[in-house]
């Protein structure tokens, strides 16, 4: 009798089984590389949309509260992101701490959390009470140099 040519049952139920369980990992791999990209650049867009309304705040030039809050949304990408902003004291009386967090719905998980500082701009010095209003002090006039004698006509 001449052998058979081919698999036996068995080991094609054995194969089928290694390839699922590879296969099952592969794919259990992949979807969590999509979901750790995803997550990526949510909080990518979320530190954007954080500093964006750190520097509205800091280019205003009104100064910033001593505590409180706010909060709002703001749109970025096609999507709208909710923010919130926490005002303390420090321990310098001229400075102030911002606490921004974004978060991509209203309770939704912290995406981004960053934190500022903004000083007191500094007070204006009082006008020269000898010179007269408005005007600028006129610069002195130049002497002649030392070193140098003055030139003739």
């Known amino acids: ?11 094609v139920l054995v194969a089928l089984a290694v390839l699922a369980i590879a296969m099952g990992a592969i794919i ?3 979807t969590q590389s999509i979901n750790t990209v ?3 650049r949510d909080q990518t867009f979320a530190g954007w949309v954080a500093l964006n309304q750190i520097n509205q705040r ?3 030039p009104k100064p910033w509260p001593d505590e409180g809050s706010s909060s709002g949304s ?16 420090t321990g310098d009386p001229d400075l102030r701490r911002l606490d921004l967090t974004v978060r991509a719905r ?12 903004k000083g007191k701009p500094p007070e204006k010095a009082p006008a020269d009470p000898a010179s007269p209003a408005g005007q600028s002090p ?10 140098k ?5």
Do not use: C
């Not at 703001?74 to 303390?88: D, N, P």
């Not at 209203?106 to 500082?117: D, K, Q, W």
């Not at 002195?140 to 070193?147: H, V, Y």
């Open 1 to 11: 009798m001449r052998p058979q040519a081919g698999f036996t049952l068995l080991e």
């Open 28 to 30: 259990s791999a992949a």
């Open 38 to 40: 995803a997550t990526l």
């Open 58 to 60: 800091l280019l205003d």
């Open 74 to 89: 703001a749109e970025l990408a096609g999507r709208a992101w909710r923010w919130e902003a926490q005002f303390s004291k």
């Open 106 to 117: 209203e309770n939704g998980p912290e995406l981004s959390r960053r934190v500022a500082f």
């Open 138 to 147: 006129t610069p002195k006039e130049k002497s002649p140099s030392p070193n």
């Open 149 to 153: 004698p003055p030139s003739s006509p």
